[in-house]
């Protein structure tokens, strides 16, 4: 297998597109992909969505975006991992970089989620479930996370407002993302009454359904000749899973999928958990950000929230996660979520992150979900 | 949801009908092909007697397409006697006297009606037991 480079990225701002299709949010970032790589060709492109054809009436988005971008004729395929779709295009870009099929890969993630009313959107990221034994049961995507947080309150001794500085965090490093949803800071007393969505998760505990698309150019490391100062090697790209339905979990309150891509990535990578410079973590929900950091590794269990209190998940902390806003301030266009992870991942390693910039980052990681982490990608990149 | 759907899924919604593997006698609901503990494909159907214990629970205040009109209703996961969890709507409660760990039992009630004249679904839906003898 060779080493693989990121040697460009392009997002545009996640938020209610009504002036911009689909076609149009992915066409955008690919093209500004391209032209932060100083390429005009590409050999395969890999598009990471979940909706488009539930909520958009288009399928077969890789001959679409292929297209569109002007590459007719290449490779392009659309890869669907629920949430993590984007995660999922990525690990395909980088196995068919790695493996030596082709020398230039386009991933892109896009996604458009307000095209719809609110309920049939809730309905359609339902989807991501078990639609015989969880969705028929009026069983939203935010009740099956609000089903774990419940729990762990219990189990560990918590009340939903341990969970604020994750979402204080999010905010706040979101402010000076340019391609962030939100652009203002929220405050301590905002979160406490914050609207419930289904108890004990707020508004202010979800990640904001919203529209975007990025992309990234992949290339052989060997063959970039030492010439790209900004181009960052992904030491890892790993993808395991989960059962589909919380159900069927042993222990629903341990991210065993998180757990398994973790640790393959840190094997393939030669690097521990500590050695991790800033986790782009799925930060979908604030549950799922502390049952991330256990799974991962960065926490024991029944610790996760406590690293946010004690403000080790600020880019001045030891664990810093969601550095530019995460899926909860930078929005989560869903199947775009985890190419915006890496997009954001190489700004740290470039040390292009302006007022949210990881002091001396070198390794970063992002995680990509889908379902409540019934499938998770993990990639490690290195500076 | 079309009907053969609906129907196939008859024995489950009604009856709580899972499977118990004849070789290491792990119960599962809802069923499936393959042991998750042994990996045997010998499996046979166990119907289940819909008693256990309260995992957890949540009040939905946003609701899926088709459910806005139960707003606000309560879901929850119930962990079998005999093993298995199962997630369901929780009926016949206020949701602020829920406590995780409590006795439910299952009841069959209405899930869903799909539009003006369309299809009612019923299944199970699992309720705090009062008095358990
Ligand atoms: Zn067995």
Known sequence: MRDVSVVGIGQTQVKEHWDKSLRQLATSAVLNAMKDAHVDHADALYVGNMLSGELTGQENLGALIADEVGLRGIEALKVEAACGGGGGALHIGYLAVASGQFDVVIVTGAEKLTESSNCNTTASLAMAADADYETVHGISFVALNALLMRRYMYEYDLVPEDFAAFSLNAHANAANNPYAMFRAPITLEQYKHARSVADPISVLDSSPVGDGAAALVLMPTASLNGNRARAVKIAASTVATDSLALHARRDPLWLSAVELSSQKAYAQAGVTPKDIDVFEAHDAFSIMSVMSLEAAGFAERGRGAYLGREGEITPQGKVPISTMGGLKARGHPVGATGVYQAAEAVTQLRGEAGKNQVPNARVAMTQSLGGVAANAATHIFVN | ?133
């Open chain 2, 1 to 133: 949801m079309d009907l053969a759907r609906n129907w196939r899924l008859k024995d489950q919604r009604y009856r709580l009908e899972g499977i118990v593997c004849k070789n290491c006698g792990a119960k599962f609901f809802p069923p499936r092909q393959v042991c998750t503990e042994c990996h045997s494909q010998d499996l046979t159907p166990h119907e289940f007697d819909g008693h256990g214990i309260l995992y957890s629970f949540s009040t939905l205040h946003q609701a899926p397409l088709g459910y806005e009109g139960s707003l606000p209703y309560t879901v929850g996961i119930v962990k079998l006697d005999e093993g298995p969890m199962v997630e369901a709507q929780l009926t016949d409660t206020n949701p602020d006297e829920l406590k995780i760990g409590q006795r439910m039992e299952m009841v069959t009630r209405k899930l869903r009606e799909h539009g003006e004249e369309g299809l009612i679904v019923y299944g199970y839906k699992f309720r705090p037991i009062a008095n358990e003898n």
